[in-house]
């Protein structure tokens, strides 16, 4: 928090004078860093100094340090689109993820992008079927509690043996991307998604190509294609690795769990 609060000098006065609590001034200092991270042009002083008193005025008008975070959080998005950064919901700088014991239990909570959401979807929506009881009647289970037991056998599956390199991706992600409109691709649970990030998930995919009538209605669907088979994926691996190159293609990153369907 120091360094943090060594620019913001009415957040350190109001700080030294009492005023300002531990937690409102970790909250301002995390919040002006976010917004400097978020800009793709960085934050100019006027500018840091103009977040800052926003940011204290809602402090001043009672708001909690959660709110502070949430309020610049929201500051964040804007500078983001005004600076040409990606939307909030592809930026993984965004991503959190954060647990703790109680009781013998695991609590936590996670903030994550798109592309991992509709990972999760897609990986737990396989094992979150309905179970019917012997006698015929209904699952008895909570949706929350169908969730909970979808991720145990999620990760009793994750750890697999064999060569993982070689097999096919544990969980697909499927993208849907209209020929005539490649900006408009979108992912089956989480929607819409920057043509940018389409292109990523490419890198690793199994490409399908759907015809569509005037009513949008499917009439034709070719065969799967694998853009990369499992050798060649290897292969492409093991050389990003050595050279430092991703996945040996530009726009690339080390996804390696998903494909992607068009």
Same mark, same amino acid.
């Given at each position: 928090?120091?360094?943090?609060?060594?620019?913001?000098?009415?957040?350190?006065?109001?700080?030294?004078?009492?005023?300002?609590?531990?937690?409102?001034?970790?909250?301002?200092?995390?919040?002006?860093?976010?917004?400097?991270?978020?800009?793709?042009?960085?934050?100019? /002083?006027?500018?840091?100094?103009?977040?800052?008193?926003?940011?204290?005025?809602?402090?001043?008008?009672? &708001? *909690?340090? =959660? #709110? $502070?975070?949430?309020?610049?959080?929201?500051?964040?998005?804007?500078?983001?689109?005004?600076?040409?950064?990606?939307?909030?919901?592809?930026?993984?700088?965004?991503?959190?993820?954060?647990?703790?014991?109680?009781?013998?239990?695991?609590?936590?909570?996670?903030?994550?992008?798109?592309?991992?959401?509709?990972?999760?979807?897609?990986?737990?929506?396989?094992?979150?079927?309905?179970?019917?009881?012997?006698?015929?009647?209904?699952?008895?289970?909570?949706?929350?509690?169908?969730?909970?037991? /979808?991720?145990?056998?999620?990760?009793?599956?994750?750890?697999?043996?064999?060569?993982?390199?070689?097999? &096919? *991706?544990? =969980? #697909? $992600?499927?993208?849907?991307?209209?020929?005539?409109?490649?900006?408009?691709?979108?992912?089956?649970?989480?929607?819409?998604?920057?043509?940018?990030?389409?292109?990523?998930?490419?890198?690793?995919?199994?490409?399908?190509?759907?015809?569509?009538?005037?009513?949008?209605?499917?009439?034709?669907?070719?065969?799967?294609?694998?853009?990369?088979?499992?050798?060649?994926?290897?292969?492409?691996?093991?050389?990003?690795?050595?050279?430092?190159?991703?996945?040996?293609?530009?726009?690339?990153?080390?996804?390696?769990?998903?494909?992607?369907?068009?």
């Amino acid at each position: 928090m120091g360094a943090g609060l060594s620019s913001l000098d009415r957040t350190t006065g109001y700080f030294r004078d009492g005023f300002l609590s531990t937690e409102h001034v970790d909250a301002i200092v995390k919040g002006i860093t976010h917004i400097d991270d978020r800009s793709e042009v960085g934050v100019s /002083a006027q500018e840091r100094t103009d977040f800052e008193s926003t940011l204290l005025s809602h402090v001043i008008s009672g &708001a *909690p340090p =959660t #709110e $502070v975070e949430k309020i610049a959080r929201g500051l964040g998005n804007q500078i983001a689109a005004d600076t040409g950064g990606p939307p909030p919901a592809e930026d993984p700088s965004l991503n959190s993820f954060d647990f703790k014991v109680e009781e013998g239990r695991l609590v936590g909570r996670f903030d994550v992008d798109a592309q991992i959401a509709e990972k999760l979807h897609s990986a737990l929506g396989y094992w979150s079927k309905p179970r019917p009881q012997p006698d015929g009647s209904a699952d008895p289970r909570s949706k929350t509690q169908i969730r909970a037991d /979808a991720f145990h056998q999620l990760l009793d599956c994750g750890g697999g043996g064999g060569d993982g390199l070689i097999s &096919a *991706p544990r =969980t #697909e $992600v499927n993208v849907s991307v209209p020929a005539d409109h490649p900006n408009r691709a979108s992912l089956e649970w989480m929607g819409p998604i920057t043509e940018a990030t389409a292109a990523m998930l490419a890198c690793d995919s199994t490409i399908s190509f759907i015809t569509l009538d005037g009513q949008q209605v499917p009439i034709a669907m070719s065969p799967p294609k694998r853009l990369f088979s499992g050798l060649v994926r290897k292969a492409i691996i093991i050389r990003g690795e050595s050279v430092s190159a991703g996945m040996g293609r530009a726009g690339c990153s080390e996804e390696r769990g998903s494909a992607a369907t068009t």
